[in-house]
């Protein structure tokens, strides 16, 4: 089974707000080059913001969907453009 064929199958099996966040998340990796804290913080600041506070309301939003979900359950930040 090929990658895309196992992340379909995956997302067929989620939460449907979970199953968006991970949509959102591949189109924003395809739109988007990925980003080191490094690469991050040389960065204008009007720019991080922006990418700092997209990830915010992220988070927010899964936590509001799921609010039993806390920091042991996390994954690793991942790098994010």
Same mark, same amino acid.
């Given at each position: 089974?090929?990658?895309?064929?196992?992340?379909v %199958?995956?997302?067929? &099996?989620? $939460? &449907? @707000?979970? +199953?968006?966040? /991970?949509?959102? @998340?591949?189109?924003?990796?395809? %739109?988007? =080059?990925?980003?080191?804290?490094? *690469?991050?913080?040389?960065?204008p $600041?009007? %720019? !991080?913001? !922006?990418?700092?506070?997209?990830?915010? !309301?992220?988070?927010?939003?899964?936590?509001?969907?799921? $609010? *039993? /979900?806390?920091?042991e *359950? +996390? &994954? =690793?930040?991942? *790098?994010?453009?």
């Open positions: 089974m090929s990658t895309i064929e196992q992340v %199958e995956k997302v067929k &099996e989620l $939460p &449907e @707000f979970q +199953a968006a966040a /991970v949509l959102t @998340f591949i189109r924003e990796l395809s %739109e988007s =080059p990925t980003l080191s804290a490094v *690469d991050l913080m040389r960065l $600041p009007a %720019e !991080r913001h !922006r990418i700092l506070t997209n990830q915010a !309301r992220q988070a927010e939003a899964l936590y509001r969907q799921n $609010p *039993d /979900v806390v920091a *359950d +996390a &994954e =690793p930040p991942l *790098d994010h453009g």
